[in-house]
């Protein structure tokens, strides 16, 4: 708990006549503008923390799923501190999750003219092209993204999967595949990638492999029916 250092000259007199009776004798022969200085010093770190224990941090929100408020805290940390690469980051990320893929374009391209080769800018860009239907400048950035990314990175897993998807509109199957298996070896856990995963193998004709897909699917969510009407397809094409 801070003490509330928002106190008149006179309590602060008072004070410490009370608890410091020397000090009485010491601020006799002080200068008052010091005083004041002084008094004017820790209102001000007063403020300052209260402002600090209050603040909102953005990617808390982002991570709590409040996007707009997320989004809100970042604009206002942009107006202080225009050059603030972190605030356009958690921006962009708290866009693209609100469905503001435009604005978050926008925001991502800014933000990339202050630091050209951050990789969480490219790689949502990316994601924000995806969506907007740009889908050659979105592989052009997830191929960056991949090209440069530690495998440690967060998102590593989500540019396979976005490539996978694009490969898959432009019927290129085989690329798909492997853009897809890349997906799930960093993120195994999803059963929707493991779909398009069996979906792109089975166009491809690899139906051996699209069946274990399908399978691996059902295993993590057997409720699932595009995975179920999958498997089916291929265990028919290995008949």
């Known amino acids: 708990m801070f003490y509330d250092y928002r106190i008149s000259f006179f309590e602060f007199w008072k004070y410490c006549n009370k608890k410091y009776k020397k000090c009485v004798f010491v601020l006799i022969g002080v200068n008052m503008k010091k005083i004041v200085l002084f008094l004017v010093i820790l209102l001000s770190c007063s403020n300052m923390f209260s402002q600090t224990s209050t603040k909102q941090d953005a990617l808390v929100l982002y991570n709590n799923g409040k996007y707009r408020e997320a989004i809100k805290v970042c604009e206002e940390e942009l107006v202080v501190t225009p050059n603030n690469v972190e605030s356009y980051v958690v921006m962009c990320w708290a866009l693209v999750k609100n469905r503001q893929y435009a604005e978050a ?22 994601e924000a092209k995806y969506y907007l239907g740009k889908n050659t400048g979105a592989m052009e950035q997830f191929q960056k993204y991949v090209a440069s ?41 999803i059963d929707s990638w493991w779909i398009r995963l069996g979906y792109a193998r089975e166009k491809a004709g690899n139906y051996l492999e699209s069946f274990n897909a399908y399978e691996e699917a059902l295993r993590l969510n057997p409720s699932s029916i595009d995975a179920a009407r999958g498997r089916e397809r291929a265990s028919a094409e290995l008949q």
Request: net charge neutral.
């Open 149 to 189: 990314a530690p495998e440690s990175s967060a998102r590593v897993g989500s540019a396979y999967y976005f490539m996978g998807e694009i490969f898959i509109k432009q019927a290129r199957f085989q690329h798909a595949d492997i853009a897809l298996s890349a997906a799930v070896k960093k993120e195994p856990s």
């Open 105 to 126: 374009e926008q925001r991502a391209m800014e933000g990339l003219k202050l630091s050209p080769y951050d990789l969480r800018l490219i790689e949502i860009l990316g």
